[in-house]
């Protein structure tokens, strides 16, 4: 490849990545001024310019909603739930100045639903891994979890990690701003001690919070294929027994009418085969993930990663099917 077409793809992300914090500051901006409703339905309007304006990346948004969710056969269903996910793409900036500048008004507006299954979990006295999708206000979901009195450390991504790192690092830090477990804020994954520093947060009845939408080696059916997800919640509830809890924060239209919605917990027998379990583990986890993507399919923001996931479990599986070559002794 020549150095030319080695940096014109670096261009493309620093110009998106300027433009990205241009909107983020114009958002803090507007926030001062402009009600929630109305700051919510300009960025939706974004969202519908970003939609219409690359025709490819509509065609092929619309046939993975439409893979997942064949049940969805009505093409002005397709286009409206294509546009509002390319809304969510801008909707984190909107979500942090919308808990940051009204508090008290999310939070009495917030509907809680199945709150049992969240007093179930902890009644086990083993610490919760709080699991979501990347669905809903998930920026700001762990201060929401904060306000509500349930502390939880996430584990994060390093922003220099991702492909737009400067303005990654910026919702990370307003995000983080609004609230978090002071005593252990974030686990950064690819840390070297990351899975003994969070097996000793769990054994000592803390709470962990991940998303499991993140691409993997784990292969587990999703949405009807075989997709490559990240694994490492089964082995954590194997390895300290504490429940996986799905949870996800769902947008309102006016950006105050919030709901908060646990699913039932997910426990692991810690006393069978570890890497049956931690598979099976796995497949309850994306079956709770399919029920919220289906409950919001607008509100997912990882819509455009999904082939990604289904295609590397097809080379996952090839490559484990080819014949070990032998050596020279055997």
């Known amino acids: 490849m020549s150095e030319n077409a080695t940096e014109k793809p670096k261009l493309l992300l620093r110009l998106l990545e300027g433009s990205f914090l241009a909107l983020f500051h114009t958002t803090r901006y507007l926030s001062k001024i402009l009600p929630p409703p109305y700051l919510h339905r300009l960025v939706a309007l974004i969202g519908d310019f970003f939609f219409y304006a690359r025709p490819g990346m509509r065609r092929r948004l619309e046939a993975k909603i439409s ?31 919308t808990l940051a500048r009204h508090s008290d008004r999310f939070m009495r507006e917030l509907q809680v639903e199945n709150e049992e299954y969240l007093a179930e979990a902890e009644a086990l006295g083993k610490g919760v891994i709080f699991a979501s999708a990347h669905i809903g206000a998930i920026t700001i979901i762990h201060a929401v979890m904060v306000r509500y009195g349930k502390l939880y450390t996430p584990i994060t991504f390093p922003a220099e990690d991702t492909p737009l790192p400067r ?74 027994g504490a429940p996986i809890l799905p949870f996800y924060l769902l947008r309102g239209k006016s950006g105050l009418d919030n709901r908060l919605i646990f699913d039932e917990p997910i426990i692991a027998n810690t006393d069978a085969d570890r890497k049956t379990e931690v598979k099976a583990v796995m497949r309850e986890v994306m079956k709770a993930g399919e029920r919220m993507i289906k409950r919001a399919p607008e509100q997912w923001m990882s819509w455009f990663g999904m082939w990604q996931w289904w295609d590397r479990a097809e080379e996952l599986k090839k490559e484990k099917a080819q014949p070990i070559p032998k050596t020279k002794t055997e």
């Open 67 to 97: 893979d997942a969710l064949p049940e969805i056969t009505d093409p002005r269903e397709l286009a409206r739930i294509g546009r509002q996910v390319c809304g969510c793409i801008f909707m984190p900036m909107v979500d942090i100045f």
């Open 167 to 240: 303005y990654v690092e910026t919702l990370q830090f307003y995000g983080g701003s609004l609230g978090c477990d002071t005593e252990e804020p974030v686990f950064w994954a690819g840390e070297e001690d990351i899975i003994p520093r969070i097996q000793e947060h769990l054994a000592e009845r803390k709470n962990l919070g991940l998303t499991f939408d993140v691409p993997g080696n784990t292969i587990v059916e999703f949405f009807g294929r075989p997709a490559a997800m990240a694994g490492g919640m089964g082995h954590f509830a194997y390895d300290t």
